[in-house]
């Protein structure tokens, strides 16, 4: 910390440089000594000591954004809330989001594994092609939230005939966001079918 003279202020970086497990907010008394000098006679001056009290919020990443804040403490990929439901440390980033690929079966029947995952565009009441997901981390489990009706999932695959029962009279086609474990999304638009 410094005192700048000219406009009579302290400034600076206060630095911490360790936390207590899941602190966030520490406040911190620092004694101050200063002089004090009389410009005008009889040019007297008298020294005192202070106590400044600092409030520091972590920023465990660096990233400028206090944890009291930020969603992703440690910087990771992973989500707070993400890594305290996994019982891993959201301020430790040794911890890295696993990436999630598609299994697919393509047009011409040929089996493709760690593809990128793709949105995909369905018909209701027509069988999908069935698709799976995996990732590249053997300890991680993919939860999908939110199928649509006459979807699921055995084992790794997703199948099924898409069914929608909210049409609205001028709707013809409902996106629908699959929610992923780790927040990742994958979108399918389902398109209304006339022959139903």
Known sequence: ????????????TYALWSFW???????????VELSVRNTNPPY?????TIVLEFT???????????????PDDDGDGISDEDEKENG?????????????????EDEEGVYRDGVPLEDRIEIEGKQIREFGMQ???????IDVKDLPPGIEC????YSGTPKVDDWGKNEEKKSIQLLLRHMTQLEMLLMKSSNL
Do not use: C, H
């Open 1 to 12: 910390m410094r005192f700048n003279e000219d406009n009579q202020t302290i400034y600076g």
């Open 56 to 70: 520091v919020l972590r920023d465990t990443d660096g990233d400028g954004d206090p944890d009291i804040t930020d």
């Open 88 to 104: 891993t440390d959201p301020k430790n980033d040794d911890v890295t989001a696993p990436k999630i690929f598609g299994l697919y």
């Open 135 to 141: 990732t590249d981390s053997l300890d991680s489990l």
């Open 44 to 48: 007297d001056s008298s020294d005192t």
């Open 21 to 31: 497990d899941d602190d966030e907010v520490r406040t911190v008394e620092v004694k």
């Open 154 to 157: 055995i084992d790794w695959g």
